[in-house]
Each structure stands twice: as structure tokens, then as C-alpha cells.
């Protein structure tokens, strides 16, 4: 069962959630709290004096990159390999010149390494909310500009290229929520458990 809860700030949405929180533990029940990274320090303070220190050990507060580590630890993906900032922008670079000669809104004759920060900015983002180079393609047919549709073209191409380079070696940070889905449909991780999400004022698709 899911159940939101909705109030305005301030409110005892937070307080609502301890609440419940207590009482799963109450009955035996492991607690998963999904938390953003930069409110970590809130909730283990509020773990350690709001709660019975034997409670503690039932309680598991994560944002959800450390929710993909705890998952990886228990069911396989540590072992993987993760590229770079400096590696990505290798990667991007070479991605950009092995289609140089298709592009039409991002072709260049000289330097297509001044491209090469925006196109990873903008992979990263298509990858957060899970669209993929046919997606870009698909969109790109679609477009009524003519400028639009050269650049969402040219992202599709850029992008095809960049995880076909990426694959034949290290992973890229940007598919690890890809790999926790993954993770989370073939096994049961949350069995026995009841799960939380608290403090978050966004979520992207994937989230």
C-alpha cells in the first residue's frame, strides 16, 4: 500500500512520519527512510534522539545513491568500475568526433572540443529523466523548428556514440539508478520492510 501524505511548510509532515515510523518497528518491521543526500545529518540526529537505540538497528537511512550501494553490497554491482569527470569529457569528446561528419547543428571544422561540456551536461540530464538516443531521434522528427530539430539530431548521435564507447568499458555514475531498478525488480530487498520518503521537494522520473 502507498500512502502521500500532503501539508504545507511548516507542518507535521516530518513528525507524522516518525510516527509511523514507530510504530512499524513497534511490530517488528525493518524501516527504509529515503532521504536527499543534504538532509542526511537531519535524520540521523533525529534517529539517535527520537528513537530507542535497539530501534536503531531496524532502521536504514538512505539517500538513494547510498540505497544503490546497500542494494550492490547485498545482491552484486560493487565491482563495477565508474568513470571520471575527466574521463567522461574523453569519452565525450571521442564521441563527438566519430560523428562529426553527421552532425548538423554541432559540426564543426576545428575544434569540437568547445562542445564538448555542453553535450555531457546534456547527456546527464536525458539520462536523469531515462531518455535514451531513440527518444532524442524520435523528438527530433517531431520538432517543428528547424534549429530544434538539428539539435535534439545531433544529441541522439552524440549519445548513441557515448554509451557505445562507454560500455566497452567502465560505467558511467548517470546509469546507476538504471542498475538499482534493475537490482530492485530481481530480488527482494524490501521484504519485511516498510518504506519512507521524507524531505524531498523534487523527484525525477527514475526517483
Same mark, same amino acid.
Given at each position: 500500500?502507498?500512502?502521500?501524505?500532503?501539508?504545507?511548510?511548516?507542518?507535521?509532515?516530518?513528525?507524522?512520519?516518525?510516527?509511523?515510523?514507530?510504530?512499524?518497528?513497534?511490530?517488528?518491521?525493518?524501516?527504509?527512510?529515503?532521504?536527499?543526500?543534504?538532509?542526511?545529518?537531519?535524520?540521523?540526529?533525529?534517529?539517535?534522539?527520537?528513537?530507542?537505540?535497539?530501534?536503531?538497528?531496524?532502521?536504514?537511512?538512505?539517500?538513494?545513491?547510498?540505497?544503490?550501494?546497500?542494494?550492490?553490497?547485498?545482491?552484486?554491482?560493487?565491482?563495477?568500475?565508474?568513470?571520471?569527470?575527466?574521463?567522461?569529457?574523453?569519452?565525450?569528446?571521442?564521441?563527438?568526433?566519430?560523428?562529426?561528419?553527421?552532425?548538423?547543428?554541432?559540426?564543426?571544422?576545428?575544434?569540437?572540443?568547445?562542445?564538448?561540456?555542453?553535450? +555531457?551536461?546534456?547527456?546527464?540530464?536525458?539520462?536523469?529523466?531515462?531518455?535514451?538516443?531513440?527518444?532524442?531521434?524520435?523528438?527530433?522528427?517531431?520538432?517543428?523548428?528547424?534549429?530544434? +530539430?538539428?539539435?535534439?539530431?545531433?544529441?541522439?548521435?552524440?549519445?548513441?556514440?557515448?554509451?557505445?564507447?562507454?560500455?566497452?568499458?567502465?560505467?558511467?555514475?548517470?546509469?546507476?539508478?538504471?542498475?538499482?531498478?534493475?537490482?530492485?525488480?530481481?530480488?527482494?530487498?524490501?521484504?519485511?520492510?516498510?518504506?519512507?520518503?521524507?524531505?524531498?521537494?523534487?523527484?525525477?522520473?527514475?526517483?
Amino acid at each position: 500500500m502507498i500512502e502521500f501524505v500532503f501539508g504545507r511548510e511548516p507542518s507535521s509532515k516530518t513528525e507524522y512520519v516518525i510516527e509511523k515510523m514507530k510504530s512499524a518497528l513497534a511490530v517488528g518491521k525493518r524501516c527504509v527512510l529515503i532521504i536527499p543526500e543534504q538532509q542526511a545529518l537531519f535524520w540521523d540526529t533525529a534517529v539517535a534522539e527520537r528513537f530507542d537505540p535497539t530501534d536503531s538497528f531496524s532502521i536504514e537511512v538512505v539517500s538513494f545513491k547510498r540505497l544503490a550501494n546497500s542494494v550492490f553490497r547485498t545482491f552484486g554491482g560493487c565491482a563495477k568500475t565508474y568513470i571520471s569527470d575527466a574521463e567522461r569529457s574523453l569519452l565525450m569528446w571521442s564521441a563527438i568526433v566519430s560523428v562529426s561528419d553527421k552532425l548538423k547543428a554541432f559540426k564543426s571544422t576545428d575544434r569540437e572540443d568547445r562542445y564538448v561540456p555542453l553535450m +555531457c551536461r546534456a547527456v546527464s540530464e536525458t539520462k536523469l529523466y531515462g531518455i535514451g538516443p531513440r527518444e532524442l531521434m524520435e523528438a527530433s522528427e517531431k520538432a517543428k523548428s528547424p534549429s530544434l +530539430c538539428a539539435r535534439l539530431h545531433d544529441l541522439s548521435l552524440i549519445s548513441a556514440a557515448y554509451d557505445t564507447l562507454l560500455h566497452s568499458g567502465k560505467e558511467d555514475p548517470e546509469d546507476i539508478p538504471d542498475a538499482l531498478c534493475k537490482a530492485l525488480e530481481n530480488n527482494d530487498y524490501f521484504s519485511g520492510s516498510c518504506v519512507f520518503i521524507d524531505s524531498f521537494l523534487t523527484l525525477t522520473p527514475k526517483e
